[in-house]
């Protein structure tokens, strides 16, 4: 009788949805590795046996995404191509009941914050030391790094709260270690994350301490730019654009998802704001650095909006003039406050108004565009893709805004290497430029 060899496990992380996700499918491969265990993200290797797909569940794609790729490796553990499936992630955090009964062949469903109970599956254990480590899915240039946990906000269209828990945010000592080992691995760009950035510090600080952290994670030698996404415009905290404005490592660029131009749908949407104080900020922005670059992102057809609304989002996006913009259609989800309420607005109507802000968008972003034509810019390179060196400038974060596209064929550059590149010609939503 010969003696049955034992395979070793290998892992492969499968991750959907956002760069908060990202982060923690990279925090899950550090502890995995750490524990000795063999792992991969996104591997393209078959002999993977242990796959965990790290879900997202924020609008109706993003879930359909997920489920669509859980059947799929279930579907491959019933043909022996992988031994085992397992689901974390958003989705599964506020779906577990449903999805065990829907999708029993799932070996264990975790939610967001169960990665100690995720590793005990594979006989490892949560390491502390590790904490502040984290081993990049991407090249080490750059790296988001998640300052805090959850959210308090009462938004009606937004699940996350039930998904994510309550805000938590992370000591600024933490952060600064993370910030230092990064920056010792290669790193030179941090783009802060959270579900709330401006609300960072509330919890453990009693007060507001964005800026504080960005002064702080400015001092790390090292670290050249640091980009701030996801602030949330309620109480903006001011002292994060004077930081902002008297550290050079700190980028000119601003993620502030402002979400409707029209004050009736924002009280609907209770964003505990109006458009005229959210034009205000704009602009009190905009004086003390003219020169940043806001993005916001917008939601087309949330019930309340009329022709009227929508027409006033329309004037708000022509008059603020984003630098770069996003619009996504309303997804009516269940347990929100704006389940509530009437989804009345056809899908294609949605999807048309989110199209038309779009065409308004792409001139305002060509136009913007044309005038940096002559100008010279820092550009930190990211890829060489389709003969281009692709970078991008302290104006524009990783693949959501523009790229500066440098002729391969024409001048060399280092993949995370900055060059000063001045730019010849513009697009919609492409630079493309010269070393010099």
Known sequence: MKARTLKKDKVNIVTMGCSKNLVDSEVLLTQLKGNGIEASHESGSKDNNIIIINTCGFIDNAKQESIDTILQYVDAKERGVVDKVYVTGCLSQRYKDDLEKEIPQVDAYFGTRDLPALLKKFKADYKQELVGERLLTHNAHYAYMKISEGCDRPCSFCAIPLMRGGHISRPIEELVKEAQHKAANGTKELLLIAQDSTYYGLDLYKKRKLADLMRALSDVEGIEWIRLHYAFPTGFPMDVIEVMKERPNICNYLDIPLQHGSTSVLKTMRRGTTR???????????????????????????????????????????????????????????????????????EEVKQERANYLMEIQEQISYDLNQEKIGKTFKVLIDKKENGFFVGRTEYDSVEVDNEVLIDASRHFCRIGDFVAARITEATEFDLYGDVI
């Open 276 to 346: 005229e104080k959210q034009e205000e900020l704009i602009h009190s922005i905009r004086d003390l650095i003219p020169e940043i670059a806001i993005r916001t992102t917008l939601i087309a057809g949330h019930p309340g909006e009329g022709e009227a609304e929508f027409q006033e989002m329309v004037d708000f996006v022509e008059r603020m003039k984003f630098e770069r913009l996003g619009v996504f259609t309303y997804s009516h989800e269940e347990n929100t406050h704006a389940f509530t309420l009437e989804d009345s607005i056809p």
